[in-house]
């Protein structure tokens, strides 16, 4: 089982260094797309699933204002993964492919 989360914002995404706007003025920037505004607290929603040969668990959705960290991972979202991966596998063994992410990475102390 292959993991991921991501934030999903009202803002959507936009990537300085990548979105590049060509225009001869300001005025032609503008109407091409070229001021994006930002909220400084945009609304937002985490969500998390994992991927498998056989199927996709169901969405893990955060509540609100909660962020993946040690202690959400350890509680949460391992013991979902491992129900989800029983539902897609049955009686089969099973691989878990951690994402990474710093949460993912806090040990049990």
Same mark, same amino acid.
């Given at each position: 089982?292959?993991?991921?989360?991501?934030?999903?914002? *009202?803002?959507? &995404?936009?990537?300085?260094?990548?979105?590049?706007?060509?225009?001869?003025? #300001?005025?032609?920037?503008?109407? $091409?797309?070229?001021? $994006?505004? #930002?909220?400084? &607290?945009?609304?937002?929603?985490?969500?998390? %699933? =994992?991927?498998?040969?056989? =199927?996709?668990?169901? $969405?893990?959705?955060?509540? #609100?204002?909660? #962020? %993946?960290?040690?202690?959400? &991972?350890?509680?949460? %979202? %391992?013991?979902? &993964?491992?129900?989800? =991966?029983? *539902?897609?596998?049955? $009686?089969?063994?099973?691989?878990?492919?951690?994402?990474?992410?710093?949460?993912?990475?806090?040990?049990?102390?």
């Amino acid at each position: 089982m292959f993991t991921d989360d991501k934030i999903f914002t *009202r803002n959507g &995404y936009f990537n300085p260094k990548n979105d590049v706007v060509w225009a001869n003025n #300001r005025n032609d920037e503008n109407e $091409h797309g070229g001021i $994006h505004e #930002r909220e400084k &607290y945009p609304v937002s929603i985490m969500v998390a %699933l =994992g991927a498998t040969w056989n =199927g996709i668990t169901f $969405h893990f959705f955060f509540q #609100r204002g909660e #962020r %993946l960290n040690g202690k959400t &991972y350890l509680d949460e %979202l %391992l013991p979902f &993964y491992k129900m989800g =991966g029983d *539902r897609l596998f049955g $009686h089969q063994n099973w691989g878990f492919q951690q994402d990474g992410t710093s949460g993912s990475q806090i040990r049990p102390s």
